[in-house]
């Protein structure tokens, strides 16, 4: 039993550490994610460029905002995306 809850143990700290992404965009350019597998999901945001980083989300279907924000540099947010949305920053 205690081996059974070792590799449990080790199997979601491994999910953890693999779970995050990290993304480097160029200055002046643009990347769009999206998640189909998830109706509707958060993603935490950090922006280590010392720029400011503009967030939106952007309907999928129509390609219109539906909100966004600029996050100043050095700065932290975590944005909810819902389904049909995509994340462009």
């Known amino acids: 039993m205690k081996k059974v809850v070792i590799i449990i143990g080790i ?3 491994g999910i953890q550490l693999f779970a ?5 965009i160029p200055a002046l350019k643009a990347v769009e994610l999206t998640y189909d597998e998830f109706a509707n999901y958060d993603v935490k945001i950090s922006n280590k460029s010392g720029k ?4 939106s989300v952007v309907d999928d279907e129509t390609r ?3 909100s966004g924000f600029g996050l100043g540099p050095f700065g932290n947010a975590v944005v909810s995306i819902a389904a049909g949305n995509i994340l462009k920053l």
Not at 52 to 55: A, G, I, K, P
């Open 64 to 66: 219109k905002q539906v």
């Open 20 to 24: 995050k992404e990290k993304i480097d």
């Open 52 to 55: 400011e980083v503009t967030v």
């Open 11 to 13: 199997l979601v700290a």
